[in-house]
């Protein structure tokens, strides 16, 4: 049992407003592992002063790029010195398997760390250009100031990593808000920022609920909401933000979808659709649950897909051979099932799972892996986001119909295209609306390269250039030289 009676409020552990405390509860076993001090309005105002007199008054702005890097760079030193407890931490309060944990969950914010540090020190921070009336034009990107940062459950330390690092880079001060199922990992971020070299008052992190998370957005003195979760709850999220023409940038849901042509290996596609659609189980954003199969060659890639999913090894998340494990509470749980009940009702062929109980396991929050084939593209679950290990099928016919039938979304964050033809393939990759793609492979969140999503699955984009520029402001100075 571990216990957290503080909260972290500009840089330094403080006594809560409030006796209230939070509870994690580890999927797999449904017992208490951690309690932690539960903010409230009071610990968020704090919170956004510290930042907000860090940011008009302390040195952390006024650090040059390459002092602000070297600082970052340092703690990411400190951050891979301690992968490995931070694998077992997140698999402890989300249930992911160790597996997963340490590739996805660990080691790849380390490695984001590291290359948002590379693109902020080839960063043109300022320029001068030529200007057209005669006298030059300066060209300075400064920080735009107070960021909250808001993280769900699902790859919590990565989202931390993706809006809290080049937030410091651009030499903003943070309020980072994580998800109150998922809040043992944001507390070793915590310990790892006091020994950073970071000025006091430039990083909060307060685990909460919606109240916290709605008070901090809407706080006067934010200049920035960075949010990643669902697009209800990114729609409520801009509407707090438009009286205030707050800065907004919103990384929403996705019901992505897998084209696969008529001339792709049947086993490569159901090795990568088991990464595509099923990595974090199914809990992902980005996941192409929506499997776009040729009717000429339906029922071979249909077979390969199903003896795939057959053999996926559910259980303990803490075992090695564990592909996938328990969703993050009773009430995701609760939700997935609902959606395979939905599924049965709307007339899709179950293949493989259903709403029982996986074989092995009597406890945790599991759900079965679940295919359904000759899915209707109009059925709920092939239009709505699940978040779970559910697969829909969708027959089709000729590479015109599945581009239709991949854009008929109100989403629009990611997908893959599946083919021997990387020419063909890479057609249909740029005629389909996405904010990213893969061509062979689920789209890989490489950091040079910008993500994020259009229509419903949101707005802005992290990583990359684009990244680091979303966490700063333009200012244009004439008259020089």
Known sequence: MREHTSLFIGGEWRAPSTDRTLEVVAPHTETVIARLAAPDARDVDLAVAAAREAFDHGPWR?????????????????????????????????????????????????????????????????????GYFGSGVLVCHEPVGVVAAIVPWNMPMFLTVAKLIPALLA?????????????????????????????????????????????????????????TGSTAAGRQVAAACAPALRRVSLELGGKSAAVVLDDADPGQVADGIRVAALMNGGQACVVQARILLPRNRYREYVEALNEMVWALRVGDPFDEATDIGPMVSERQQTRVRDYIDTGIREGARLAVGGT??????????????????????????????????????????????????????????????????????????????????????????????????????????????????????????????
Not at 454 to 463: M, N, Q
């Open 62 to 130: 006024g650090f040059g790029a390459e002092e602000r890097i070297g600082i970052v760079r340092d703690l990411a030193d400190r951050y891979t010195e301690r992968e490995d407890e931070l694998a077992r931490l997140i698999t402890a309060e989300m249930g992911a398997p160790l597996r997963f944990s340490r590739s996805a969950h660990a080691r790849l914010p380390g490695v984001m760390m590291r290359s948002l540090t590379d693109i902020a020190a080839n960063f043109p921070w300022e320029e001068t250009r030529p």
């Open 171 to 227: 030499g903003c001060t943070v309020v980072l808000k994580p998800s109150p199922e998922t809040p043992l990992d944001a507390y070793l971020m915590a310990d790892l920022l006091r020994h950073s070299g970071i000025p006091p008052g430039v990083v909060s992190i307060l685990p909460g609920d919606r109240d916290i998370g709605a008070h901090l957005v809407a706080h006067p003195g934010v200049d920035k909401v960075s949010f």
């Open 356 to 481: 029982d109980m996986p074989v092995g396991c009597d406890r945790g929050w599991y759900v079965r892996p679940t295919l359904f084939t000759e899915v209707d593209p109009r059925m709920r679950i092939a239009r709505e986001e699940i978040f779970g290990p559910v697969l829909t099928v969708i027959p089709y016919t000729g590479d015109d119909e599945a581009i239709a039938i991949a854009d008929d979304t109100d989403y629009g964050l990611s997908g893959s295209v599946w083919s021997s033809d990387p020419d063909r393939a890479l057609a249909v990759a740029r005629r389909i609306r996405s904010g990213s793609f893969g061509i062979n492979q689920a789209y890989s969140m490489d950091p040079v390269a910008p993500f994020g999503g259009v229509k419903a699955s949101g707005i802005g984009r992290e990583f990359g250039r684009e990244g680091l520029a979303g966490y700063l402001t333009t200012k244009s100075v004439s008259g020089v030289g």
